[in-house]
């Protein structure tokens, strides 16, 4: 079983695909990064505050494993680190004419995917009541960062956490183009990376841990049953001509 939407290139890349030299060889990252700053930032942004302005928990998702955990101010930077992987993955999609294929589709089912959490954003959303907890804690060094994050970032958006499903899947792919070779080393690296920040949804109170188990159960689903065989697919002589025919 595979999911076929987005599994094609959009026409939208026509120009940008044709011209990768330009702009000393940088137009395709910088356009894909471009697209999530774009039709994920900004919509994260728009369901955040509409939710925060209607003000309707559809249900909690609190369990006493929430209160059990404690803050920790300085797992702030790794729950930061999400805004790396985004240009992670594009720039390390352009090893060789298959990967880019692929860092196209991945890019494309990571926007449906965020999309897709949207929707449940504004269907069932719920309030993360629990981030009042951070300063009723010494945050020291740190209290800063949470201050600035908070003029930004109201209590909303919570159940599945992006911060942990747009990660993961950057990792998988990355993990996908370079695992087996010399930069294991550094793939390893990533992973622990990857659970500081999964870590660091809950230590920062931005999130229930039920929206880090959604979140990783969605991840699962979209990687094994939408994203990989779309990946795969990228080898075959029809998604060649796909992107030639652009």
Same mark, same amino acid.
């Not at 939208?12 to 930032?41: C, D, E, F, M, Y």
């Given at each position: 079983?595979?999911?076929?939407?987005?599994?094609?290139?959009?026409?939208?890349?026509?120009?940008?695909?044709?011209?990768?030299?330009?702009?000393?060889?940088?137009?395709?990252?910088?356009?894909?990064?471009?697209?999530?700053?774009?039709?994920?930032?900004?919509?994260?942004?728009?369901?955040?505050?509409?939710?925060?302005?209607?003000?309707?928990?559809?249900?909690?998702?609190?369990?006493?494993?929430?209160?059990?955990?404690?803050?920790?101010?300085?797992?702030?930077?790794?729950?930061?680190?999400?805004?790396?992987?985004?240009?992670?993955?594009?720039?390390?999609?352009?090893?060789?004419?298959? =990967? %880019?294929?692929?860092? +196209?589709?991945?890019?494309?089912?990571? &926007? !449906?995917?965020?999309? *897709? $959490?949207?929707?449940?954003?504004?269907?069932?959303?719920?309030?993360?009541?629990?981030?009042?907890?951070?300063?009723?804690?010494?945050?020291?060094?740190?209290?800063?960062?949470?201050?600035?994050?908070?003029?930004?970032?109201?209590?909303?958006?919570?159940?599945?956490?992006?911060?942990?499903?747009?990660?993961?899947?950057?990792?998988?792919?990355?993990?996908?183009?370079?695992?087996?070779?010399?930069?294991?080393?550094?793939?390893?690296?990533?992973?622990?990376?990857?659970?500081?920040?999964?870590?660091?949804?809950?230590? =920062? %109170?931005?999130?229930? +841990?039920?929206?880090?188990?959604?979140? &990783? !159960?969605?991840?699962? *689903? $979209?990687?094994?049953?939408?994203?990989?065989?779309?990946?795969?697919?990228?080898?075959?002589?029809?998604?060649?001509?796909?992107?030639?025919?652009?």
């Amino acid at each position: 079983m595979s999911i076929g939407l987005g599994t094609r290139p959009w026409k939208i890349w026509r120009q940008h695909w044709h011209n990768q030299t330009s702009w000393k060889g940088l137009r395709l990252p910088v356009v894909l990064i471009l697209s999530i700053i774009i039709g994920a930032g900004l919509g994260y942004l728009i369901t955040n505050h509409f939710a925060n302005w209607r003000n309707f928990e559809a249900f909690d998702p609190a369990t006493r494993l929430d209160d059990w955990i404690p803050v920790i101010p300085w797992m702030i930077l790794p729950y930061y680190t999400l805004y790396f992987y985004y240009p992670m993955a594009a720039i390390t999609g352009m090893r060789d004419e298959l =990967t %880019k294929r692929e860092v +196209v589709i991945f890019h494309q089912i990571l &926007l !449906i995917t965020t999309w *897709f $959490v949207f929707a449940v954003f504004l269907i069932s959303p719920a309030e993360v009541d629990i981030r009042k907890s951070v300063f009723e804690t010494d945050l020291g060094i740190w209290e800063i960062w949470f201050t600035k994050m908070y003029e930004v970032d109201t209590p909303w958006n919570a159940w599945p956490s992006l911060h942990v499903i747009q990660s993961l899947l950057a990792v998988l792919v990355v993990t996908r183009w370079y695992y087996p070779t010399k930069y294991k080393p550094l793939i390893i690296v990533l992973w622990f990376a990857w659970s500081l920040l999964t870590i660091s949804v809950m230590t =920062t %109170k931005q999130h229930f +841990v039920w929206d880090a188990v959604s979140a &990783l !159960i969605v991840s699962f *689903f $979209v990687w094994k049953y939408w994203m990989k065989p779309a990946l795969d697919d990228c080898q075959t002589e029809e998604m060649k001509q796909a992107f030639d025919n652009l």
